[in-house]
């Protein structure tokens, strides 16, 4: 039975990842900065990495969603955790980690962290 859905299953969110085009993950991030509407949150291009040992040393293109590093720790913390990376200052949300059906679950997340804007 686990060999069948192994092989009936589809592809694997690794291999989804892996496969992810770097327009359409800059197109996702920009989609979701849209949304948030806030003046220190943007979309930028960025280098992924894989993890786990799998491939050491292969950068991949990718995106992200990027903002004060000072959100790290509260949506590391969050109902919904959200795991980024800190670099100069900035937190780097990159969505090749992110299944393109969580981009709902990501905005709403740093929506709640973000708290009510003016």
């Known amino acids: 039975a686990a060999l069948e859905a192994t092989l009936t299953a589809g592809p694997s969110p690794v291999a989804v990842a892996l496969d992810a085009d770097p ?7 920009r989609k979701i900065v849209v949304a948030l509407d806030v003046e220190d949150v943007v979309a930028e291009t960025s280098q992924a990495r894989v993890g786990g040992g799998g491939a050491p040393g292969v950068v991949l293109p990718s995106a992200a969603v990027v903002l004060p590093s000072r ?3 509260p949506l590391r913390r969050g109902e919904v955790p959200v795991i980024g990376h800190v670099h100069e200052g900035r937190l780097w949300l990159d969505l090749r980690t992110v299944a393109p ?11 709640h962290v973000l708290g009510p804007r003016t």
């Open 23 to 29: 327009v359409d993950l800059l197109a996702r991030a």
């Open 71 to 73: 959100f790290a720790e």
């Open 101 to 111: 059906g969580g981009d709902d679950a990501l905005l709403e997340a740093v929506r």
